[in-house]
């Protein structure tokens, strides 16, 4: 385990107006000198790499989701579904039933929030993944780039304008003590129309001529003003399905995005690249590779709660060989199962059964792959694979038989850096469009809408 990195601070989180950030900012290198205090500490490298604009999830919503009170999306909009959550909660925690977000209401769910983190930390802004004054979102990025990292951190309660703060920080590593390798901070909050209302203002606060990604926390809308205006000025967006409330709705909207012809990357379909590689390892030797028409069933079994992982490796499984969704159908109890029927080019028809698995120990990461088997109704095809996690992922596969009759058998093991802010730290290596991502959510696009009409 890596310890983290001390933070030197450069600037602490600083109240400014709106028209004084960009002067404010530049303040902050001058008192401080480029090459450090008269020697006495390192040289600091400002941002000169990227922007990062952050958008966080609204509290409230955001709270009632991670409490499992809340299912509908992250949009700041508090109707009745909200309402209703909110009741819930103040019931179960004993509070006034106001279906409001009382100032009693949201110190009690940032208490129970804290204490399933783990850590006993709650910001009171809100910003549970970004602290600004201490900011672990970026650390992973700033060991590596100097950058410039804009959150928007949208709130409940009465439209009092937005707030704005700078500062800026330095991660030291003992490798580079020579150099402070520096982030710049913005921070802008308030409710979800005053930051709408302030949107024209924060393309001017990208760096000019550097990449520019904007990570959307929330739930992804098309026909959000903010997200399409943030979106249209940067090169990537950036979202983490894992953290989707209504999978298959969110993942429709992230294709309507691609079609819009926005440049968009998913955490989540990054922490499915061992599970990939192991599969196309697999059928790598010439016998196997054509023994991969005669699969036609799969079954992928999945942490139950958040489908996104499973969809989007059997689309990718799917748009590589060019299987064509045909029926659509699921069921709820125990496990959720999810039926797919595909036909293959020959007009072969494949079996899919997703099925969300109730789990005990549930990770940081919501729907991690289990186990996944590839196999054929003729038993003379030499196709049958099992692929399964070191932690007996296979237990369900090998009560059915499935492991024993496998050809051949892999685990997939643990990956260290599956959260957002290593994958992240990532993705801004990179951007524009990713094709792969592209078809295989194309793919799930298609049979998703296959259950609509039925």
Excluded at 45 to 67: H, K
Aim: with cysteine; net charge negative.
């Amino acid at each position: 385990m890596t310890q983290a990195p001390t933070i030197f601070s450069l600037q602490a989180p600083k109240d400014v107006s709106l028209n004084e950030i960009e002067a404010e900012l530049n303040q902050i290198w001058q008192s401080y000198g480029i090459t450090g205090e008269d020697g006495a500490l390192p040289a600091a490298t400002r941002a000169t790499t990227f922007t990062l604009v952050v958008y966080e999830p609204e509290e409230t919503q955001y709270l009632l989701a991670s409490l499992g009170f809340y299912n509908g999306p992250i949009d700041g909009i508090l109707g009745p579904q909200t309402d209703t959550a909110l009741r819930e909660a103040q019931k179960k925690y004993q509070l006034l039933e106001t279906g409001t977000a009382t100032p009693e209401t949201l110190a009690k769910l940032r208490e129970e929030y804290a204490k399933r983190q783990g850590n006993g930390v709650v910001n009171s802004n809100g910003a549970y993944s970004l602290n600004t004054t201490s900011p672990t979102i970026a650390d992973e990025i700033a060991l590596r780039n100097p950058c410039r990292i804009i959150a928007l951190c949208p709130i409940a309660g009465e439209d009092e304008g937005v707030k704005a703060q700078v500062s800026a920080y330095c991660p030291i590593q003992k490798q580079t003590s020579s150099t402070l390798v520096c982030c710049e901070y913005i921070t802008l909050s308030g409710t979800t129309s005053a930051l709408e209302r302030v949107g024209g203002m924060i393309p001017a606060l990208l760096i000019g001529g550097l990449p520019k990604f904007l990570w959307w926390k929330a739930t992804p809308d098309p026909n959000n003003t903010l997200f399409k205006r943030l979106a249209a000025v940067c090169n990537n967006v950036i979202v983490d399905s894992c953290n989707f409330n209504e999978p298959e709705n969110d993942l429709l909207s992230l294709q309507e995005l691609i079609e819009n012809s926005v440049p968009l990357a998913d955490l989540n379909w990054r922490r499915l690249a061992a599970w990939q590689e192991l599969t196309a390892e697999a059928y790598d030797p010439p016998h196997r590779r054509d023994a991969l028409t005669e699969i036609d069933r799969v079954m992928l079994d999945y942490e139950k709660g958040n489908s996104t992982q499973a969809l989007l490796f059997i689309g990718w499984l799917a748009s590589r060989l060019e299987w064509m969704p045909i029926s659509y159908q699921k069921e709820s109890d125990d496990y959720d199962i999810t039926r797919i029927r595909f036909v293959a080019q020959d007009q072969k028809q494949i079996e899919v059964e997703l099925a969300g698995v109730p789990v005990a120990d549930v990770g940081d990461v919501a729907g991690d792959l289990i186990a996944l088997r590839l196999s054929s109704t003729n038993p003379k095809a030499d196709c049958s694979t099992v692929i399964c996690t070191e932690t007996g992922g296979c237990m369900r596969m090998e009560t059915q038989g499935g492991a024993q009759s496998a050809g051949l058998y892999q685990q997939v093991s643990s990956l260290s850096e599956q959260k957002a802010e290593a994958l992240l730290s990532q993705q801004v290596q990179r951007w524009g469009r990713e094709t792969l991502f592209e078809d295989s959510l194309g793919v799930i696009a298609q049979t998703l809408k296959l259950a609509a009409k039925s």
